[in-house]
């Protein structure tokens, strides 16, 4: 071909049809997703599992079980993809309900005898969520439970992780009672809380036990790092103690200190802080 011929072929090019080029265009586009478009600020999101949780309803790893189940949508579409990032403005529905990020609340309780570590009860006793309830306009929860008749420290969060974390036996969070037993603790039986110990055919790990210095010796203090369900009463009873007092007087690294029996305060930042670390 000569230049000539050449240059006009490219002039030919340049005199095309527009609406030639815009249907090319069009016929080779990519085919719509059926999921909610991502918006190009896509790195400013946050993902759809930490969105949840910090809703309050539950923890990240529960809300992928959540999500690949189809319980959520966002902006009207279904949502099964793990890490589909939710965008500033979006519409979160959980099982269609209209859910949206709270702040997050850490509300320290010094519970007193005779309340149960539940949101409700349909016996009417009372429960410790009458205590906390003008604590803040956020949904809170008890973080693991203490049973009706033991007193003290009593965290609650709508923060769903730490909620998790703080409950998890691997995760060694310390919590130290105060037991007041029928009649004195035998050295003998002293000794044999700080070895093997089995309760209903499960070993308890007992990290420290001592008598409480200055008074008599029917006062034990107990560290464990156990959720287990009256664990401490279970443990006394097993070498033939009865439990009359139990007070919890150290919850990961918290203490009552300049705190009544039956009141509550918020959690400073440097105490958040120090939980959001363990």
Request: aromatic share 6%; proline share 3%.
């Amino acid at each position: 071909m000569n230049s000539k011929n050449s240059s006009r072929g490219r002039q030919a090019g340049r005199n095309s049809n527009p609406q030639e080029k815009n249907q090319f265009k069009k016929d080779f586009r990519k085919p719509k997703s059926n999921k909610p478009a991502q918006k190009k600020t896509e790195s400013t999101g946050i993902r759809l599992n930490k969105f949840i949780s910090n809703s309050g309803i539950c923890s990240r790893r529960e809300a992928d079980t959540y999500i690949e189940h189809g319980s959520v949508s966002v902006n009207g579409e279904l949502v099964t993809e793990m890490g589909y990032k939710v965008q500033p403005g979006d519409e979160v529905r959980f099982d269609g309900t209209l859910i949206s990020m709270e702040q997050k609340r850490y509300v320290l309780l010094n519970k007193p005898k005779n309340y149960i570590t539940t949101m409700e009860d349909d016996r009417g006793r009372k429960t410790v969520m009458e205590l906390v309830g003008n604590a803040t306009k956020e949904r809170i929860y008890p973080v693991g439970r203490l049973d009706r008749n033991t007193t003290g420290l009593l965290l609650f969060t709508n923060d769903g992780e730490l909620a998790k974390k703080l409950t998890h036996p691997k995760h060694n969070v310390r919590k130290l009672y105060h037991a007041s037993l029928d009649k004195k603790l035998s050295i003998a039986d002293l000794e044999k809380l700080r070895g093997d110990v089995i309760i209903e055919g499960r070993k308890v790990f007992i990290d420290a036990v001592s008598y409480v210095e200055g008074e008599r010796k029917t006062e034990v203090g107990i560290e464990i790092h156990s959720g287990r369900n009256r664990i401490v009463r279970k443990i006394f009873e097993h070498f033939g103690y009865t439990v009359t007092k139990l007070d919890r007087v150290i919850f990961a690294g918290l203490t009552k200190k300049n705190l009544p029996r039956g009141r509550w305060r918020e959690l400073t930042q440097q105490e958040i802080n120090t939980l959001q670390m363990l």
